[in-house]
């Protein structure tokens, strides 16, 4: 059975900083390629990043850019996501995802998902 499970979210003032921690368990993980979503109160998922499982090459949204940062640890089946200098609009709840088939960037190419760690940015 394929388990995500997301943890370190939180309340974090403007400019501040968090990570987030992904545990997997049940898959291949070392051949996955792990996604990072969001969903903001009344809004559709979106797209945060990856990490390939081929390289571990990295990719972020544009909006992520510069203070995002995706990473993984094969060895201990977990992805990371570190948030540097947040805003209000970074807010919502956040979700590991498990690739499955089609486009990286796509929320409909991802067939595990954990039950999301909400991330709160204010002051």
């Known amino acids: 059975q394929v388990r995500l499970a997301e943890f370190g979210g939180g309340l974090v003032q403007p400019g501040g900083s968090l990570r987030l921690s992904c545990a997997a368990s049940?898959?291949?993980?070392?051949?996955?390629?792990m996604g990072w979503f969001r969903q903001a109160p009344g809004k559709e998922r979106e797209f945060v990043g990856f990490?390939?499982?081929?390289?571990?090459?990295?990719d972020l949204a544009d909006s992520e850019q510069g203070r995002f940062t995706v990473s993984r640890d094969n060895a201990k089946k977990m992805e990371y996501l570190q948030m540097n200098n947040l805003q209000p609009e970074d807010t919502g709840v956040y979700y590991c995802?498990?690739?499955?088939?089609?486009?990286?960037?796509?929320?409909?190419?991802?067939?595990?998902w954990g039950q999301g760690t909400q991330v709160t940015v204010s002051s």
């Open positions: 995802a498990g690739h499955y088939s089609g486009t990286y960037y796509n929320v409909a190419a991802y067939g595990f």
């Open positions: 049940g898959l291949n993980f070392s051949r996955k390629t």
């Open positions: 990490s390939r499982w081929t390289d571990s090459t990295t």
